[in-house]
Every structure is written in structure tokens, then in C-alpha cells.
């Protein structure tokens, strides 16, 4: 059987030897062998089924031949197979043999189709014109070669239906190709040869090699190498399509951004591209070479980012570019709800079917910001923040600003250098005006002021600060005032910060202390120590408003309060002096009765200011008596001078018979008494001072005492006159040793209240 086998293929053999004489002799031996017929269906006698079997077999064996020395000279390996040894110089001398990889889609549609009623020069022509469509020779080597005849009555084999369903089968296996990939994009061979000639050529190049490693588990070591060669020379043209390609990062995708990883010069190239897609929330509208302006998703950026840090082991290139990456990424965490579209939570599902990604996006975010500071060379920080829960913190609303704050403190507790690119990256992001991510942001700034130098953002920075600090959210006025605080200090940054005293006095009308307390901390930072003087309107405007914070529960607000209206009695200008006595006189007696404070710091404070009043007003009997601590003096001082205002004080007195701390209570009883005796004839003032005080709140057993003696005094004060002789000399006397009773009383409450003399 071999042997006549042989003897079919020898006049194959004689065509290499002698191309002239060969297809005589071919055609005279085969129609010996096998004579043409005009009805492949008449009768046949049986040596001429033989015939017709072997020729059949033997056209198999050439095309099985043939298809194996085709395979021997390809580029790409292929597996070890039994194959004849054939000479290096047939080899060259055959024409049928290339090195070009070929589209098997388009050239499966016109295979030559080999019949058994054909004559043999069509075969000849069919294997040796080496223009004709080449064909997948493996799935024609398949054919089973048989040594049994065939039936002669069954249909010759269909090669071209074969040839088809072999090259569908075997992309993956040669070409890498899907046969997708032919109604839009070149052919491979053009770019592997011929490499991307212009820009216009790389979003379809890109393209096609996504389909092809979708279509293969194994890439091409070439083709990911020419790739990586296209990317370096257009990377945004690479980024924006294969984002646009594959915006959950599929498996082929997720091949390509490792490929770009492996390179950390390409990885510097691409890594400003994925940036700008990221910081264009939810997505980016960006036309690539092609004309294409598909938008791209700002969260398919941050899931190739999460790919490239899965495999980059080089953080050089992410130094340069990592305060943004971490700056986005703390900015799609803070992302609310109603900022978020359908389209980016239909992507997010899209990619947990893919991976076991976290349910939610930003909890996401949080993981790529980890890696991305492990990269850096900041584990502790991770840890700790890991340890004081500032992770889960990040995630809620509510909480958010606090653990941005904490990790400010961290990475400066850890020295890295990445807080102050971060916090100038800040600075940069805050001038957009982006209302969500303004208090993160702010918290940021604020734990790593003292260590910016805020010359070249100062007046910007000022201005965004006036504007938060209108805020209709407490948490954003209070980072926004703990950040004047600081600057406050600043002396190159005190003079902006005073420019923003109109709307720091507007806080202080605010009902939250620590606000309050803040405001006036700046205020107290920006007149202390500096040769500043405050202009009549806003002297005006401050003693106006400080007053009422005298006796604010803060005890902190009360002390910088008085405090600070001391230093606008001294730093006003002239001109506003006179303006300023009315203000400076109705502070007079609330500063006495927290002069009796029980807070030492209050007390103290409340003598200074009232001194520096008096000086003010040029009352040297005041001043004496502040000078030598007589307290049980200053009423009656103070009342003998200015008899046309005793109703004015004596209602500014009466609040404050309900005061908390009962040494102020009893310093404005006895002050009543002593006032009490100038309201001689007014009885319908004087019976509303005596309602008021016997509805006090049940007190201590001194102050009821000292309760009733008031009343008495001015109830004495409120009889009419019998007449002009005894019976007023009476009362004058009755006055006078009530006077010297509330007067040693009040020398008692002083030394009670003294904290040199204790009880």
C-alpha cells in the first residue's frame, strides 16, 4: 500500500525537478489511473472504485504534506508533531511557504474544494500557484487517511465546510484573532508588520488586541510587546479606548494594564492619563485620534489603578503622581449618593459579576487608597488608622472630615513627605469650589498648616475661607475657624485674616460656644502683640457684641470675651472714644458682678477690664477702689456720681438675682439695696424690685437673709413722708445702719470669695 502510495506522489515530486515537463507527463499518468467521466453517478466497475479510493487517499497524503512543511516554517512555536525531515532546501524552493501571519476569516472563503471527478490539473493548479488563499492545513491534516475503499456511491468530503468550522475552532490556538475584529479594525498582520503607522491607527489597533486576548488564554509575547511600544507613543490614545474597550477591566483588559505596569517608563506615561479621567466626575468626555468621544468613567480609572498597583513593583513612577491618586481617591469616597449616576452603579455591578469586589464603590476606593500608601512606603499609617477605625470612619458621611483629619495626623506623625504635596493638591482642588469635597478637605489643611507656607495661596485661600465661613454647616465654620486660628498667628497672614472681621463677628452671635470661643480666639491673636489699631466702627460693632458673652456659660467665651472688650478700650482710636463711653458705661456693673465670680480667671479678667473702663471714663474714685480691692465700696461709689442712671442699673441688676453662682447673687442684692435708697417717692418702681426679688428661686439660708434685708430697705424707701422733721430724720437713720449692714455684708461675701481666704 505504501508503496503504491509513492508511486501516486512521484509525479508531484517530478514537478520540483522538472516544472516544464511535469504537468504532460502528470496528466497522461493520471488519466491512466483515474479517466475522467461525464456522470459521477453511472455504474462503475470495481478496478475502478480502486482507482478512484486511491487517488482519493492519495490527495489526502499531499494536502496532509503540504500542510505540514507550511506549519514547520511559521514564526510562532508550535507543538511536536511526527512530520517528514525535509531539506532546508526544499524549504526555500517552496513557493507555498510564508512567515506572514494570515486572517483566517477572510481566507476561508474561497478554499480550493478538491472532487474526485476533477481532473488532475486542477489539482496541480490548487497546490502549486502561490498567489491562491492559504487554508488551516491542521484541520485538513485531520482527515482521517484510510486504507479501506471508500463507498462509491457516498458524496466526496466538503474541505471548504471542514477548512470553516477548523478555523473558527482553532483562533485561539494560532492566530489570536476573534473574528469579530475583521469588521472594524486592520487586520494583525498590518500591525505586526508594519507596526501603527499614524495616530488615527491606535484606538483600532488597541481594539484588536483586546479582542484577541479575549478570544486566547495564552497572549503573544510580540504582540504584547508591540502593544506596550503603542502605548509609550500614544498614551492617552491607548488609555481612553481600552477604558472605552473594557470599563469593568475584563480579564484581556486586566492582561493589558499589567503589561503597561510590567514598564515603568510606560506606567509614568499612562498614569497622568488615568488621573485626568479621574478627577472628572462620574465620567470624561475625551475625543481620541479617531473622532471617537465616548465618555469614559472616572470609577473604571480607579479600577485600573487598583490592577496596576496589584503588580507594580516599582513605586518610583507613583511618587510623582501620588498626592493626586491619593486625593481622588478621598474624593470619590467622599461622592454622595445624588452625585453618583445610574450609569457608574450599572458599571460597579458590572464588576463585582466579574470579581469579588466590595459591594459598594467607595469601600473600593478605600482598599486602592491602602495599597496605594503601602506602595509608598506608609504601613504604619495604615495600621494605625486600621487601629483607630479611622477606615470605617472614611466611609460615613457624618464622620468623614474627622478621619481626613486623622490621617493628616498620621502621615505627618510618620514624617512622610506626602502630607505637604497632598495638603498643596488640596489647596489646588478647594479654588474649584467643589461643595463636597470642601470639608475633607479643610480638615486635611488644617492638621498641616503650621507646616505650609501659605504665601502663595494667601489671598486665594482667604477667599475661600470667607465663603465657608458663611457656611450654613457648623462643622465646616468650625474647621474654617480653627483654621484662622493658626493663621491668625501668622504674621504674614494676620493682616488678610482681619479682613474677615465682619464675618467673624457675625459668629459670634452664633449659639455654639466652641464656635464662639473660636472666633474670639482669632480676634484676641490678631490684637495681641501688635501695634494694631481698630477703627471706630468696629469698636463699636464689638463692644456692642461682646457685652452679652460676659456671662455666657463657656467659662472660656466669658474670659476671652471680657478680655478681648479690655483690648478694644485700648486699641480704638481716638475718635472713638467718645462714641465708646456709652457702651463702656452700661459694662460697668456687669463687669462688678463677675468681678465676684467664683472662677478666679473670670474675676480677674472682670477687675482689669473695669479698670481699664475707668480709666476710660476718667473715674479716679474707681480707680482707687479697683486699685485696692474694696468691692463693697464700688456701688455706692459708683451710684453717687451718676444718680440719673440708678433705674438704668438697677434694671441690669435684677437678671442677675437668678444667676447660678451665689456669690453673684448676693453682690446684686446688696446692690439693689444700696440703689434702692435713690428711688425715694417712686413706689411703683420700688414694688416691682420687691416682687421680683421675693420670687428668687428657694436658695441658701444667706441669701434668703440677705433677701429680706433688701426688701426691707426698700420698702422703708417706699413709705411716704409724715412730715418734714422727725419722721425723716427716722428713715435717714433706718438707711444708714441697713447701709452699714449690706456694706459689712458685702466685706464678708468679698473674703468668702477671696481664693486667699478660704472659708
Known sequence: MAGRHLSLLRPFQMKKKGPGAAPS???EKMEQLHPLQEDPG??????????????RRAAQAFLKFLGIRRKRTTTRPTEDMAQ?????????????????LTDGTGNCDTP???????????????????????????????????DEPTNSGAAPPDLTAEADTAMTEGTADTDLVPRESANYAPTPDIFEENGVSSPEQVPAFVRNVHQRLTASATPEEKLLTEFLRVTEAHPADVVFTLLRCAPSCDRAAATLWKTIASSGRTVEKVLPELLRVMQNWPQLSMSTSDGDKTDVFALAATRVIWEILQVLRCPEPLKKYSPRLLVDLLFQISISPEQTPEEVDTLWKECQKQYDLPTDSKRFAVLTMKALLCHLECEDVVLSMERKRGWDTLLRADSRHYAVGLLARELCRASSPLYYRVACCLLGLLTREKTCWELPAMAFVVEVLECLDMTEWSDSFLEILSRCLRSEHTEMRRVVLRILVVLSKDPVMADGVWSLTRSLMDVLWDTDGELVWAALSVFINEVEDRD????????LRLAEVLQPLFGHDNIHVQVLSIYLFRKVMELGVEESKQPMKTHVIFSLLPLFFYWHNENQDVAEASREALLRAARLLKRRDLVK???TEQPWKFSECLLEKDKRRVVDYLCQALPYLESPQESVREAALRFIGVAGRYLKGQRVELQDIIDVIEGMTPDSTAVKSLALQTQEILRVVQRPQSSPGSSGLK???????????LCGAAAGGQRRTDPGNPV
Open 25 to 27: 507527463q502528470h496528466l
Open 532 to 539: 494694631i489699631r481698630i477703627s471706630t466702627p468696629t469698636a
Open 42 to 55: 453511472r455504474d462503475r466497475t470495481q478496478d475502478q472504485d480502486r482507482a478512484r479510493g486511491r487517488f
Open 84 to 100: 517528514p525531515d525535509h531539506s532546508p532546501t526544499e524549504l526555500e524552493t517552496d513557493p507555498d511557504v510564508t512567515t506572514t
Open 112 to 146: 480550493p474544494t478538491v472532487h474526485a471527478t476533477k481532473s488532475d490539473p486542477a489539482l496541480t493548479d490548487a497546490t502549486t500557484d502561490a498567489e491562491s488563499p492559504s487554508i488551516d492545513r491542521t484541520a485538513i491534516s485531520d482527515i482521517p487517511l484510510s
Open 625 to 627: 477702689l479697683l486699685k
Open 731 to 741: 428713715i435717714s437713720s433706718t438707711m444708714c445702719r441697713i447701709g452699714r449692714f
